[in-house]
């Protein structure tokens, strides 16, 4: 009951003023409306201003394509990029943020996961300028910050490089089953559109790479979690970090952070969208599609846990980059304490169940809770 109510207040609030895909190409941007129709009312102001700022920014994006094509073509990644994967809510945007502070790596922030088509022409600063006037201080229902410069996942630019995308999930609900399919198994595509997905993803590295003085490559992205062997085979050498929650916790997050995404990015009216069920859907296909995928690169992966790393964040740190040989500074961990100082004061959040979905996730995830040890954890209260 209680998601149902958060979904109820969510479609009263005003959508914000743009919409990630406002950082499409004209191309991409009907692509997206072809595919997708039953647009809601009151998406309409964003979806107008949105197509605006496209207009806006399209001789900057041609510009950059036909200036920079060459030497996108041409680059070769200095070394294997790291990919950090794992479960929405499973704590990979700390885990993000703790290795971004080590100078010696490249990540993408979220002006260029906001504007992909506009990451190396010297003109991105004016659109960078607008998004940081318009984006939230902090994510809401967690209170991690956002900025124009805080470390992002890339999905969201490979939704504004092509039409498939996980986002898209959030984007258009009533389709919600049929994009989570297609963005993360690449199901129900064709053989060209799987060609362009993965040609826009090698694309984005390499110009991440460019931008980031060729620094190696450190990415988050959960969408990712069940493409590990996509990602090996275009990013030869790939390196992956995964991180298990206790997925009691992973469910309730889940229901409390849904409504926040679909107010902000849903183009459909979705106060009728069942979220339960997908939350239960989602969470089995991709954590079954990582545990039949993740021995495909053997110590090239490296798991750890959101409990592991709160309860000694330093450690789990030094374990894992010693295991893939990312060969942090010293610096780099007296810039990773002083990040943990500053986040002494976190409560984690403590949430409802019913004893119902207590049972369901026992009958339906009981793979993960026997895989990674969990029990019904202490934050957790089980009500009738």
């Known amino acids: 009951m209680g998601a149902k109510w958060d979904i109820a207040r969510a479609m009263e609030e005003k959508p914000p003023g743009f919409h990630p895909l406002a950082g499409c190409d004209w191309k991409n941007w009907f692509a997206h409306r072809r595919s997708n129709q039953e647009y809601s009312k009151r998406t309409r102001p964003q979806r107008i201003t949105s197509f605006i700022a496209l207009l806006m920014r399209q001789p900057f994006t041609l510009i950059e394509r036909f200036a920079f094509a060459r030497k996108v073509a041409e680059h070769r990644l200095p070394k294997p990029p790291v990919f950090i994967i794992g479960h929405w809510r499973s704590g990979t945007t700390h885990l993000h943020n703790l290795f971004s502070i080590a100078p010696g790596f490249a990540t993408i922030d979220f002006g260029q996961t906001a504007m992909p088509h506009n990451l190396l022409n010297p003109t991105r600063v004016l659109g960078r300028a607008a998004v940081a006037r318009v984006i939230p201080k902090d994510r809401g229902m967690d209170g991690v910050k956002l900025g124009i410069e805080e470390p992002q996942e890339e999905e969201m630019a490979i939704g504004n490089l092509n039409p498939i995308c996980y986002y898209n999930v959030f984007y258009y609900p009533h389709q919600m089953r ?7 198994f690449l199901e129900n595509t064709t053989p060209e ?18 931008a980031g003085g060729e620094r190696p490559l450190l990415l988050k992205n959960p969408a990712s979690t069940a493409r590990v062997e996509l990602l090996d085979r275009l990013f030869e050498g790939a390196r992956f970090i995964h991180i298990v929650r206790n997925p009691y916790e992973v469910f309730a997050s889940m229901l409390h952070h849904y409504p926040r995404l679909f107010n902000a990015f849903s183009w459909h009216d979705f106060d009728d969208i069942d979220l339960e069920e997908m939350v239960f859907y989602k969470y089995r296909r991709i954590m079954q599609g ?40 010293p610096a780099a961990y007296e810039g990773i304490r002083a990040y943990l100082e500053g986040k002494k004061d976190y409560r984690r959040n403590r949430y409802q169940l019913t004893q119902a979905q207590v049972s369901r996730i026992q009958d339906e995830w009981g793979f993960a809770l026997k895989e990674w040890g969990y029990g019904l954890p202490e934050s957790i209260e089980v009500v009738s």
């Open 193 to 210: 559109e799987r060609e362009t997905f993965e040609a826009v993803y090698v694309k984005l590295l390499k110009k991440l790479s460019i």
């Open 290 to 329: 990582y545990l039949e995928q993740r021995a495909s690169v053997g110590d090239r992966l490296v798991e750890t846990s959101y409990e592991a790393l709160i309860a000694d964040s330093i450690g789990e740190i030094s374990r894992i980059e010693k295991a893939l040989g990312m060969g942090l500074e």
């Open 178 to 184: 049929h994009h989570f399919e297609r963005s993360i």
